[in-house]
């Protein structure tokens, strides 16, 4: 089965094919209380899902509150397609809003998507890659939060600028990471007003912590004031609410991911 969706639905008419389609298996009574579950019906929700979501919010901003973090994102496009036993589901976001955190942009990949249909429909996810964008001052702010010893700052080069809030040292940095592994480069220090030579400035590297789920950080680099990132998760699962999602797309309101 190939589900790919990539432009809105064609209205009215739609909406009311899904209600039509979804009868049965938003309602636990007639779906699965008289055992009408069958092993084509992943396929079925698969196909009314994307392109129920898409059809009512492609093009806008969507929300939902994805474990228990909320979400508010402009959604470009939703692609799902079969492949092989599982699923493989691709979605394009803008304008990200996550939890108070900005992203110019979100692209996630979720692979080898399998469902347990019900009306709380169960999924796993064997893989899901995440590249996107966010500006830099957004990670700055985000690290001037945490406790650092360290005040963080853009300089008019682009570099970070380090202040150390008790040594009186000053360094301009750039920073990158590769595979979990935090490389910190010194371009300019001063201490108390005087220069230290480059032949004192070094290079650190650092292992990060790891991230929930075994995710991993590929790699992060800074391009101007953009970071540019690309993330992998080992596997996730999680559920959806049909009925809920149902009458989000009806109304056009948000819904949960749990």
Known sequence: MSGAVKAP??????????FAKTAAWADP??????????????????SALSE??????????????????????????LEVRRTGASFRARAELTDVDWDGYG????SITANGVRLIPSLATRFQAEQI?????????????WLNG???QWALGIDDSGLIRAKHSRRKLVALVDAAVVNDLLRIE????HWMGMVIPNSLLTTRSMPLPALPNDGRIVRATRHGDTVRFAIDIASMS??????QVRTAIAAGSGFTIW
């Open 129 to 141: 890659d995440i590249q996107g964008e966010l500006p830099l001052s957004e990670l700055i702010e």
């Open 9 to 18: 639905g064609v209205g009215r008419s739609w909406l009311d094919q899904w």
């Open 146 to 148: 945490h406790g650092l």
């Open 29 to 46: 009574v007639a779906t699965l209380g008289a055992g009408t579950a069958t092993a084509l019906l992943p396929d079925v929700l698969v």
């Open 103 to 106: 992203f110019d942009s979100l």
């Open 238 to 243: 999680g559920s959806v609410d049909l009925a």
């Open 186 to 189: 010194v371009k300019r220090a």
């Open 52 to 77: 129920g979501i898409l059809s009512r919010f492609g093009g806008q901003r969507i929300d939902l509150v994805l474990r228990g973090r909320p979400m508010s994102a402009h959604l470009v496009s």
